[in-house]
């Protein structure tokens, strides 16, 4: 080949993805590693907390009562539960008013804190599309702020909880001080599921019309209203494995640790000892888990 048709010869094309390479250009809005995201979070934990006390005030902002409905809502379904479960139906195992109001009313706002933190999670992605849009921000930030707000609104909640406790007259004791590791597990669990949540809702929007109903089976199958454990011990044909898998009810669990704490009975003086290894593993396992599933999808959320 000669000298003229070699100076002649048009430039090799350079593959874009090379020549991004080389210039340290990156794929936007790719998922960054595990370790980066999670110092990416960390990074935005006061925005996190920030976001969660904003949705807290604005929840009941139109209501007149303002911020008291966050007592107000699961008081008021504790006492409906009491008058079907606890005076019609009879679902207080041989309880007397003293031991079965705590014990209700516990049950419902342990449980309250899971069944809003799930529901705030399915919609936590979908329902913020504009801010997902607009702002690069790790997406964990919304269903994590969602249990944030869930745990303050418990809190509010456990003013009025811990007044019926004594009232019905159980008094301060050491195990009170358990509630604080309960509650913490609870809302690691709370978080991770609520953010597997998120990402199942990001593509099935009907997954929120369809939780709702999920929750209420997981309500009645959890202990909230009645003693599971103590109605499986009257009923002599209840297969065995039907009491191991309510003891391994990560609902039922988080609720006896919190009955346990406040609630001085012959009821509620012991838990099994295997009730705290497995608030341990549910927490360790959803809160993990769930936290890993939903960073798998992170370069999908608000696309589409």
Do not use: C
Not at 82 to 98: E, S, T, Y
Not at 128 to 140: I, S, T, Y
Not at 185 to 203: D, P, Y
């Amino acid at each position: 080949m000669s000298e003229t048709t070699r100076e002649s010869a048009p430039p090799r094309a350079v593959p874009l993805a090379e020549l991004a390479a080389r210039h340290g250009l990156t794929v936007s809005g790719a998922r960054p590693s595990l370790p980066e995201y999670v110092r990416q979070l960390w990074g935005r934990r006061h925005f996190i907390v920030a976001f969660s006390r904003a949705k807290l005030m604005a929840q009941y902002g139109q209501a007149k009562l303002g911020q008291l409905w966050q007592v107000f809502t699961p008081l008021l379904n504790a006492f409906v539960y009491f008058l079907i479960f606890g005076l019609v139906l009879g679902g207080r195992a041989g309880m007397g008013n003293r031991e079965y109001i705590p014990f209700l009313v516990t049950g419902v706002f342990v449980f309250t804190f899971t069944q809003a933190s799930v529901l705030a999670g399915v919609k936590s992605i979908s329902g913020n599309l504009g801010l997902v849009r607009a702002l690069h921000f790790p997406r964990a930030s919304l269903p994590i702020a969602f249990s944030l707000q869930q745990l303050q609104q418990l809190l509010y909640s456990m003013i009025i909880l811990l007044v019926i406790v004594v009232g019905a007259g159980h008094y301060p004791g050491w195990t009170w001080f358990l509630i604080l590791p309960a509650l913490a597990l609870q809302l690691i669990f709370n978080a991770g599921l609520a953010m597997a949540m998120a990402r199942l809702g990001s593509n099935t929007p009907d997954l929120a019309q369809l939780m709702p109903f999920v929750l209420r089976t997981w309500m009645y199958a959890s202990g909230v209203m009645f003693p599971l454990r103590e109605m499986l011990e009257d009923r002599a044909n209840a297969p065995s494995w039907v009491a191991t898998v309510l003891e391994a009810n990560p609902a039922a669990v988080y609720m006896d640790l919190v009955r346990y704490a406040l609630i001085d009975s012959d009821t509620h003086n012991a838990i099994p000892a295997t009730t705290w290894l497995w608030a341990l593993g549910w927490a360790a396992v959803i809160g993990f888990g769930g936290f890993l599933f939903f960073w798998k999808a992170e370069e999908k959320y608000g696309r589409g």
